[in-house]
């Protein structure tokens, strides 16, 4: 990696864009976010030489600005540009401790400290091709030292995952089984090993016979999956899971059919449609064009009050379950949050609620916006990993919520 090495200071007025080894390290980090996940081809790299070239090397935000308003084409891409921004521009110094921090190493038994969210994906895109800094192959040691790489992929935060990670973890989610268990109706329809008689069958078969015998006719139940609806947030606090729990909804939609989604941030937009594509990319690409307000900020409260106006009595009938995808951090108008989530919780069979800040062991229901919420949730389960995705299919199929994902021990652990 020559970043330091040639361009001490890319960053001073003077040094020109095209000259000495910038155009190169553009190239550079331009693969590094390509690796990472982002993206960015040829073209663009032409195009990010050329804007530096006319824009010319003032600031630090002023590289930054330039670079990002070409190679960044979605909101949800900006966290991860800004992780490679922050580890390949910067002093030399700082790459040889982090690729020693990555390094395999002993136990430690002291508690570590979680990487920032796209780090591990944005280290392992820039150093994967410096062969002569990786350390000869050898079996990885950890705590968990029997762990196989899949029990390991299983328990990992989506957060944390590299690029190679989030793909496997999209494949395991690819291979999820939905619940096949069907919920009763009150409607009857024929079943010759029906329980009970079926007046109307049996009057049509006299007839045929012509009154000379009666051949019963059974009936039971009819049977169909409940319908789900997902209600997620997209805002900048549930990035790094807002994607990864699209491909489980679209796996969800391809299994059952009966699956509405809805995203909001800001606002409030309907991805049914979307997410009915078989194809997932085109899916979720469909889904970022039709969203506005991707990455930005968050009105639970009022996406919530468009929701229960506008779709609530189309979708919420023939015994739905709600499925809320949010921290809940909200700060505005807590009184009409709290009335939206009773009534979004009236309307459904039952209001599960996901939350990816539950990863936290020490997490507890403090903020303003969760206690607002809770009291009308009938489950409150982690969001964060692959374990906890079987568990929420698990629990799609379950009537009853278990002891870990009551909402009241949290009301009452606060």
């Known amino acids: 990696m020559q970043t330091s090495e040639h361009v001490s200071n890319p960053f001073a007025a003077s040094a020109p864009a095209a000259t000495g080894k910038l155009a190169d390290n553009i190239l550079y980090f331009a693969r590094a976010l390509r690796d990472a996940g982002l993206p960015v081809g040829p073209r663009s790299v032409i195009d990010a030489i050329e804007a530096v070239e006319a824009a010319g090397i003032g600031t630090r935000e002023d590289f930054y600005a330039t670079l990002h308003a070409v190679l960044v084409k979605k909101h949800e891409h900006t966290i991860i540009f800004d992780q490679a921004f922050r580890i390949f521009w910067r002093k030399r110094g700082f790459t040889e401790k982090l690729i020693a921090l990555m390094s395999p190493m002993a136990v430690d038994n002291s508690e570590p400290k979680k990487p920032d969210a796209g780090a591990a994906r944005v280290a392992d895109a820039l150093y994967k091709n410096r ?18 790489m899949s029990e390991v992929l299983q328990t990992k935060d989506f957060a944390q995952m590299t690029a190679d990670e989030i793909a496997a973890a999209r494949a395991a989610i690819s291979r999820l089984r939905m619940p096949s268990e069907q919920m009763r109706l009150r409607r009857w329809k024929p079943d010759i090993h029906g329980g009970r008689i079926d007046p109307r069958g049996t009057f049509r078969n006299s007839l045929r016979a012509g009154g000379a015998g009666i051949e019963f006719a059974f009936r039971k139940h009819a049977e169909r999956y409940a319908p789900i609806v997902a209600i997620c947030d997209i805002s900048g606090s549930m990035s790094d899971y807002t994607r990864v729990f699209l491909h489980f909804l679209h796996q969800l939609t391809e299994q059952r059919r009966r699956v509405h989604t809805f ?14 594509q078989k194809d997932v990319d085109e899916a979720l690409g ?3 064009v039709d969203v506005k307000d991707w990455s930005g900020g968050t009105r639970i409260g009022a996406s919530l009050h468009a929701f229960n106006r506008e779709w609530s009595r189309r979708v919420l009938g023939q015994g739905a379950i709600c499925v809320l995808f949010t921290d809940g951090l909200e700060r505005d108008r ?17 209001l599960i609620w996901v939350n990816p800040l539950l990863r936290y062991s020490e997490f507890q229901a403090k903020a303003s916006g969760v206690r607002a919420m809770l009291p009308n949730v009938d489950e409150f389960r982690p969001i964060h990993n692959l374990k906890s995705m ?14 870990a994902s009551d909402p009241r021990k949290w009301l009452r652990a606060a």
């Open 263 to 276: 995203l909001f941030g800001t606002r409030l937009t309907n991805v049914t449609r979307a997410l009915r």
């Open 131 to 148: 062969a002569e800094e990786k350390p000869k192959e050898q079996v990885e040691v950890d705590a968990r030292f029997t762990m196989s």
């Open 286 to 288: 469909e889904c970022s």
């Open 390 to 403: 079987a568990d929420l299919v698990a629990a799609l199929a379950q009537e009853k919520n278990s002891s």
């Open 334 to 350: 807590l009184d009409r949050l709290e009335a939206e989530m009773e009534r979004l919780h009236k309307s459904c069979r039952r």
